[in-house]
């Protein structure tokens, strides 16, 4: 507003190439324009179906158009009252229609649009131990996991697990790259463990389960819970493993997370890195699977190929 009181007491070419929106042009002119030689005039056309006058100065009760033209200071209130006005479900506008479960977290409805362009962190690393970052440990991990993804049980028990790689990058289920950097002693230790011959014995063993479940959206706001109170969000993800028997259902993940052979040495701190990091991801499988089944999830597993143990969280 004060600019454009500025520009309307001294206009020139500069300050009019200057506008940037409508509303500077219209209250400028407003401003500029005396109450004796208005350059402009709200016209209210005639209303031929009723008696009366049809002088386009004129409304039909008489009054002269100029006399309702309200002031500036009455017009500059009414446009700032307009464009201040806050649409109280704005929230809703950036509401997911589906996410990913690996990408939810708490209040994650909550986040700034700059907060949300950083990749969510779940949890800190204590100082005392880190998962190693090399380019060469992340890739043995994924095609590890994709091992794990394709390979028939059966097939790596009976044959191996070298056979049963060579066989999936045959049928194309892998790539040669891939072949090349699984980490087969982890693969070894993994079909040797108490976990595999629980998954075996298993009365129900469904891998690589799909699921698509709506949570309700307030649960991931703090702040404005009430405006999401009727909304979901479509929560997608995929559960490396799921046995059933009959004390319910148990969620198993595999963890590729490396550690250094120095924090190895601690490997209940590495226990406790793999619990804080994961926890959260898989309390979110836990919600979904128990609406899917209606039957409880009595225990969730970490199968670390790293560690080669399985971790109850």
């Known amino acids: 507003m004060e600019k454009c009181e500025m520009y309307a007491k001294n206009p020139t070419d500069f300050s009019l190439s200057h506008f940037t929106s409508y509303a500077q042009m219209i209250m400028t002119a407003l401003k ?77 409805l909550d986040e700034t649009e700059e907060r949300s362009k950083m990749p969510p962190a779940l949890t800190e690393v204590p100082d005392s131990i880190e998962i190693e970052k090399k380019a060469s440990a992340a890739e043995k991990g994924t095609a590890t996991h994709l091992f794990l993804q394709f390979c028939d049980f059966d097939l790596s028990e009976k044959y191996g697990v070298e056979k049963e790689a060579q066989r999936l990058f045959e049928c194309k289920y892998i790539s040669e790259r891939v ?104 309390g979110y499988y836990k919600k979904a699977i128990e609406s899917l089944f209606s039957r409880p999830v009595y225990e969730i597993s970490i199968y670390s190929l790293c560690l080669r143990e399985e971790i109850v969280l």
């Open 32 to 108: 500029s324009s005396g109450e004796s030689n208005p350059c402009w005039r709200l016209v209210i056309p005639p209303d031929t179906q009723e008696t009366g006058t049809n002088d386009p100065q004129k409304g039909n009760d008489g009054i002269t158009v100029t006399d309702i033209i309200p002031d500036y200071e009455t017009c500059k209130k009414a446009v700032k009252e307009v464009l201040s006005y806050s649409y109280p479900y704005s929230a809703l506008v950036t509401l997911p229609a589906k996410i990913a479960v690996s990408k939810l977290y708490p209040d994650i």
């Open 179 to 282: 072949l090349s950097e699984i980490n087969y002693s982890d693969l070894n230790a993994f079909f040797s463990s108490p976990l595999f011959a629980q998954m075996k014995n298993a009365k129900e063993c469904r891998r690589e389960f799909r699921f698509n479940v709506n949570f309700p959206a307030s649960d991931f706001s703090s702040v404005n819970p009430p405006v999401f109170e009727d909304e979901n969000i479509l929560v997608q993800g995929v559960v490396d493993c799921l046995i059933e028997d009959e004390r319910g259902i148990k969620i198993i993940d595999y963890k590729t997370d490396r550690f250094s052979e120095y924090h190895m040495r601690d490997r209940e701190k590495c226990r406790k890195v793999l619990r804080e990091r994961h926890s959260r991801q898989l």
